[in-house]
């Protein structure tokens, strides 16, 4: 976020100048989406257990999706668990949970630097640096600017001297923010959402220069991670880690044609050919119990089959080639998320997720595997990206589209008590979600509600 110092009797938090870009935030829009791709390998595959309507996957955690090559050059999709309440108990390995904070930290700061460079660079005048809103827990001034912790963890901010009344910079000061041209303005303000850009692309780069990308290598039949104590599956003598082969006839279904099958098929007999280990396949005769609405459940998790090996790129150019398959295929699966959680918003509205969940799952993919923080931080420098790109008020979108308007007015300025009710009304709407997000997640942590 960029923003002017306000008046002494104002709100802290609240801008006061028509030209400067707003809050940054550290909570991002992950959602459900369903496929019939997992090539993640466990423990962060999707629970897929049978449920009430057709089609339709109910699953304990929330998902974010990217895509991942495959070795035949194609697409799938790998999940990782998000946000469900299981997996907030990750909170509780410290080393974890530092990991994941130090991740969501070092993201904010390069987004916050990335205007604080922009504005520095064309020798704008900055005044604070802060990570973070409120009251400040630590500060220090160097070169003129107060660099600041503050203690709300909902994203952080650039300030300039324009409206400081304490400040002795003549208003008419040609290196004020909103004294300079439309264009010095728009690179600070979308300097924040290049640098994530910039981050994301440097990050996945690393991954593919040290651990490797992981691929997925497409198995036949489903898996079954997880069996679900006394039910249909489990009287029936399914054991966790076979793989479904047939059924019915049917061979090599996929996950959601298996499932629509247990759907249709409520206390009829419904054989399954099953894999188990390295001896020859058996046939599991499992019969579903049925719903309140009718359909079959059996009670599993299940997962497409496949195998995941590390691709490391040989030199700089396959890295290079390998980095912008992998970054255009993130981003496009962040785009695809966040518009379907637009367009879907009354089912989706519950499964955006604030710092304490994102903190949650990026403790959870630590502890299962350090090499997938690679994912997570480029995946939520991506989320943040394109989520401060909306043309909303507190973010730099709508700063964009202020100055947007701007321009189309010949350059006159909007007046200015009109854009700081504009962005002080957006900005004490989203600190007020953000709260509520906050307080939400922390409830749905393990040992909290253990504690209640």
């Not at 160097?142 to 208003?171: C, K, Q, W």
Request: charged letters at 20%; a neutral charge.
């Amino acid at each position: 976020m960029l923003r002017l110092p306000a008046p002494v009797s104002a709100p802290t938090f609240l801008p006061n100048s028509p030209a400067t870009p707003r809050l940054h935030l550290s909570f991002s829009l992950l959602r459900t989406t369903q496929k019939d791709h997992n090539p993640f390998p466990q423990p962060l595959s999707s629970s897929l257990f049978s449920s009430p309507k057709p089609g339709i996957f109910s699953t304990p955690s929330h998902l974010f999706h990217r895509k991942i090559r495959t070795r035949k050059g194609g697409d799938g999709f790998s999940c990782a668990a998000i946000v469900g309440s299981e997996f907030l108990g990750g909170l509780q390995s410290f080393q974890s949970v530092l990991e994941a904070a130090g991740v969501l930290a070092a993201i904010i700061v390069v987004h916050e630097s990335g205007h604080f460079l922009a504005a520095y660079l064309q020798r704008i005048r900055v005044s604070k640096f802060s990570i973070g809103f409120g009251p400040a827990l630590a500060k220090f001034t160097a070169g003129g600017v107060e660099y600041s912790l503050r203690a709300i963890p909902l994203g952080g901010f650039v300030g300039f001297p324009d409206d400081d009344p304490d400040s002795d910079i003549p208003p008419d000061d040609a290196d004020l923010l909103r004294n300079r041209p439309i264009l010095d303005r728009v690179v600070v303000i979308s300097a924040g959402v290049v640098a994530n850009a910039i981050f994301a692309y440097a990050i996945i780069f690393t991954q593919v220069l040290s651990v490797g990308l992981p691929v997925q290598e497409p198995l036949a039949g489903v898996r079954v991670p997880e069996v679900r104590a006394g039910s249909a599956a489990a009287r029936a003598g399914l054991l966790p880690g076979d793989v479904i082969l047939g059924v019915d006839g049917l061979q090599s279904p996929s996950v959601s044609e298996l499932v629509d099958l247990i759907k249709l098929s409520p206390n009829k007999n419904v054989a399954f050919k099953v894999e188990r280990g390295e001896t020859d396949p058996v046939l599991v005769n499992v019969v579903p119990d049925e719903s309140s609405d009718g359909t079959g459940r059996i009670g599993v998790q299940l997962s497409p089959n496949f195998r995941v090996f590390k691709l490391k790129a040989r030199n700089l150019a396959e890295a290079t080639r390998f980095t912008g398959k992998e970054f255009w295929a993130l981003t496009s699966t962040v785009l695809d998320g966040l518009k379907q959680t637009f367009l879907n918003f009354s089912q989706t509205a519950e499964k955006v997720s604030g710092p304490v969940a994102i903190i949650a799952v990026g403790a959870e993919v630590a502890r299962s595997s350090s090499d997938g923080l690679f994912q997570f931080a480029a995946v939520l420098n991506l989320n943040l990206a394109v989520i401060n790109l909306l043309p909303l008020p507190a973010l730099d979108g709508g700063s964009l589209a202020l100055l947007l308007v701007e321009a189309i007015r010949g350059g006159r300025k909007i007046p200015r008590e009109v854009e700081q009710r504009i962005l002080s009304s957006g900005i004490m709407m989203v600190l007020l979600l953000g709260m509520f997000l906050i307080i939400r997640d922390t409830l749905n942590l393990d040992f909290i509600k253990e504690l209640l």
